[in-house]
């Protein structure tokens, strides 16, 4: 799968709604970083594709980026069964976000939603 420009609110709902898992790449087109990582991404989106992989300009949309409290990027953050299970600053190589999302995939999310549901 191809990424997904995200630019609103409502767009971000739809996709973590449609999605079990949804990767999402907080970047600027001035960023160094940034240019790096969006060919991994983009790269290693083609080998998930039971996953979606979207981005968000936070030049652009920075609404969007600015609910999620980024202040430094790049920024990943993934979801899967519409909870934020991830969220880092810096650039992954390609091999740590496979493996990343390895383990996102084999979390036991009935153990993660005792866990949220014990915190609050």
Not at 8 to 37: H, R, Y
Not at 60 to 76: N, Y
Not at 95 to 120: F, G, P, S
């Amino acid at each position: 799968m191809a990424t997904k420009d995200l630019t609103t609110v409502a767009e971000l709902e739809q996709t973590l709604e449609s999605n079990d898992i949804v990767l999402i790449d907080f970047w600027a087109a001035w960023c160094g970083p940034c240019k790096m990582f969006g060919p991994i991404y983009e790269k290693v989106s083609l080998q998930h594709p039971d996953a979606a992989f979207a981005k968000v300009n936070t030049e652009e949309a920075q609404e969007l980026a600015g609910s999620f409290g980024v202040s430094s990027i790049p920024t990943l953050a993934i979801f899967r069964d519409n909870i934020l299970v991830f969220k880092q600053p810096g650039m992954l190589p390609e091999v740590a976000l496979n493996d990343l999302i390895k383990q996102v995939k084999e979390l036991n999310m009935d153990k993660v939603r005792a866990e949220i549901a014990e915190q609050k």
